[in-house]
């Protein structure tokens, strides 16, 4: 078992930046891929970017490629996601996610094991 919880968000101009972190806590961290999803109003969850448990490899949608960092810190047991040059349609609830799988860092919603409550960014234009 593992639980996440999200803090960060906020409300932003667009152009500007957050950083969301993600603290987990239960089994070994260290061997989940972490992912962020984000649900915009009337959306489905939608990838936005992975890392490998060493935190070696990372994946980015196409969207949020070149604005958005993730990271982790398998020592705290947290994620992260700095998001840089935001516009108004980043604006969603964002959620952290962990996956048991050592294949490779997957961006189906339903590969997931384990999700946060979410965090809410909010990007004014």
């Known amino acids: 078992q593992v639980q996440l919880v999200e803090s960060g968000g906020g409300l932003v101009q667009a152009g500007g930046s957050l950083r969301l972190s993600c603290a987990a806590s239960?089994?070994?961290?260290?061997?989940?891929?972490m992912a962020w999803f984000r649900q915009a109003p009337g959306k489905e969850h939608d990838f936005v970017a992975g890392i490998s448990p060493s935190g070696a490899t990372t994946y980015y949608a196409d969207s949020v490629k070149g604005r958005f960092t993730i990271s982790r810190n398998n020592a705290m047991y947290t994620v992260y996601l700095q998001m840089n040059s935001l516009k108004p349609e980043d604006t969603a609830v964002y959620y952290c996610?962990?996956?048991?799988?050592?294949?490779?860092?997957?961006?189906?919603?339903?590969?997931?094991?384990?999700w946060g409550q979410g965090t809410e960014v909010t990007v004014s234009s």
């Open positions: 239960g089994r070994t961290f260290s061997g989940y891929v």
């Open positions: 996610a962990a996956d048991w799988f050592s294949g490779g860092i997957r961006a189906l919603r339903r590969n997931y094991d384990y």
